[in-house]
Nanobody, 129 residues
Framework: QVNLVESGGGSVPPGGSMRLSCEYS????????LGWFRQHPGKALEGVAA???????SHSDSVEGRFTISKDTAANTVFLQMDMLSPEDTGMYFC???????????????????????WGQGTQVTVSS
């Protein structure tokens, strides 16, 4: 079965940096998409960034220029480097994968709105002074 395990969360002051990791296994296809999502307390799930098996990436407008998604295929791990963090970035961060037919940009609305695909348990990120 598909397995996704996030790590790297914690607490950081505003302006700081943090790197999240998601170790994945048993993806259903060699053609895949992996993404990071977050949920602020009391708010809907939000797509943050996504990466395909080809290496193609996409970042949401709210994190463009501050966050970077990448992957280490040999280690079966996808990363989210987060810089210039602000309190608005506080939330639970999830890693997920979905069916290739949905495409890369599905992370923006379709995947989080329908909670489709396979999801990890999440890791908490707190940005506070």
């Amino acid at each position: 079965q598909v397995n996704l395990v996030e790590s790297g969360g914690g607490s950081v002051p505003p302006g700081g940096s943090m790197r999240l990791s998601c170790e994945y296994s048993n993806l259903p296809s060699s053609d895949y998409y992996l993404g990071w999502f977050r949920q602020h307390p009391g708010k809907a799930l939000e797509g943050v960034a996504a990466i395909g098996s080809s290496g193609r990436t996409s970042h949401s407008d709210s994190v463009e220029g501050r966050f970077t998604i990448s992957k280490d295929t040999a280690a079966n791990t996808v990363f989210l480097q987060m810089d210039m963090l602000s309190p608005e970035d506080t939330g639970m961060y999830f890693c997920a994968t979905w069916w290739p037919s949905l495409g890369l940009k599905a992370y923006k609305l379709y995947v989080p709105n329908g909670h489709v695909g396979f999801w990890g348990q999440g890791t908490q990120v707190t940005v506070s002074s």
